[in-house]
């Protein structure tokens, strides 16, 4: 199973990055919102993960762009810092399936990864 | 005729000379805009090229099993980079902001990994700094880190003038010691702001089920902001053994404390929500007798 992660905190991307991998999903991980429309422009990922605030482009724009484009089946888990419910709302009315609010723990990255992988 | 001649030739000099004067400031002040910009745009690069040059290590040793109680060995070429005050600072904020992220037993290990590099010396040079934002930059890291060892120095920095020190200075007294860190209201000098108080409960949930201290001093103190914030967290942690305290501080002289004790109290479902000309009203009925709608 193919993850795209977009993520722009870089020892954090890293280490959700190795914990997938650890799980065996194949994993894909870039630091902006940029960077991961121009991944799936090429690329068909199985699931997406994304942080809401990144530069360039954000989740919210990463989602809304996937959900009108041929990835529109693709699940999105979306990555939100506390207090930010509102932009979560925002998130799941532009098609996302399941957010994460930071502080997270890891485990619960990969049950909600394979609970959507199922 | 020619004494006007002169007096014309000095005043051409002298907006000539003025003219020049302010095209000088002007460029001096461009200059060194673009020379801040410059300098600006280099240490982000730099910070770059530190987080990305770091990032597979550290985030490595995070995922590795008992950090912290073996050793840490670094290859030579971080070791070297290591010694650098700006790598250091780097990597400290870094871990912090890794550490805001994560939750559960990953908050540990990060706090190991800061402790096995030393960045200690680090974030404490930033909290002796003299400007305010690196200062408060060094408490949110030493007290996001576990650094007990700092605490008496944080909690003279909750009456810091500056009030993001003072507020990050709080926040940090409770992440270091649990709602024991609230021991700072005892010697408070300025008023607690709405979203100081905001931020300190925020903090606080975190300790939900934890035994809070003795909240009697706070309830009947004479700092306004600090007994608005003690009926708060009486709230918040449903510590409903203060409700007579509170009751009586419907009847203080002060509105705000009135308003939010009865506040409290209708949130409990002890009393109604009174108007405010009906506390006031009640300012004057004896403690004994219960105030009526």
New interface residues.
């Given amino acids: 199973m193919k993850i795209l992660i977009a993520e722009d905190e870089d020892i954090l991307r890293k280490m959700m990055e190795l914990r997938l991998s650890k799980e065996g999903y194949s994993v894909t991980a870039v630091s902006n919102g940029q960077d991961a429309l121009t991944h799936l422009e090429n690329h068909t990922p199985d699931l997406v993960i994304t942080d809401i605030h990144m530069p360039l482009v954000s989740g919210l724009e990463v989602v809304g762009w996937m959900k009108q484009q041929a990835h529109c089946s693709t699940p999105v888990i979306v990555l939100s810092a506390l207090g930010q419910e509102h932009v979560v709302m925002d998130a799941f009315s532009l098609g996302a399936d399941d957010y994460i609010t930071k502080p997270f723990s890891l485990n619960e990255l990969v049950v909600r990864v394979k609970k959507l992988a199922s | 005729m020619n004494e006007y001649a002169l007096e014309l030739h000095f005043s051409e000099n002298l907006i000539w000379v003025f003219t020049a004067f302010v095209a000088l400031v002007l460029l001096v002040l461009g200059a060194g805009i673009l020379i801040m910009m410059r300098i600006n745009r280099y240490k982000e690069e730099q910070r770059r090229q530190i ?2 040059q770091w ?2 290590l ?3 040793m ?2 590795e099993e008992n950090v912290g109680e073996q050793d840490l060995r670094l290859p030579p070429e971080f070791e070297a980079a290591l010694q650098k005050p700006f790598v250091r600072r780097v990597l400290a904020s ?2 912090v ?2 550490q ?7 908050n540990e290990t990060i706090t190991a990994v800061y402790n096995q590099l030393q960045l200690a010396d680090q974030s404490l040079a930033l909290l002796h700094s003299r400007k305010w934002h690196r200062k408060a930059k060094g408490i949110q890291q030493l007290s996001s880190m576990g650094q007990y060892q700092v605490a008496e120095l944080i909690v003279d920095l909750t009456n810091h003038p500056n009030l993001s020190v003072r507020n990050e200075a709080q926040l940090g007294m409770i992440r270091l010691e649990g709602p024991d860190g609230l021991r700072f209201l005892n010697s408070l000098q300025h008023a607690l702001s709405e979203w100081q108080q905001f931020n300190l409960l925020h903090q606080m949930q975190l300790y939900t089920g934890v035994e809070l201290p003795d909240m009697d001093g706070w309830l009947l103190g004479s700092q306004q902001s600090v007994v608005v914030f003690a009926i708060r967290l009486c709230r918040l942690f449903q510590l409903f053994g203060y409700a007579g305290q509170i009751e009586g501080l419907q009847r203080h002289s002060n509105t705000a404390i009135r308003r939010e004790a009865n506040q409290c109290l209708h949130h409990w479902g002890l009393t109604e929500l009174y108007t405010e000309e009906m506390l006031r009203k009640a300012m004057a009925t004896p403690l004994a007798q219960p105030l009526t709608a």
Avoid: C, F, I, V
């Avoid at chain 2, 805001?100 to 990953?106: P, T």
């Fill in positions: 987080r990305a990032k597979d550290l985030a490595e995070l995922m870094e871990l902001r890794t805001q992220s994560l939750r559960g037993n990953m």
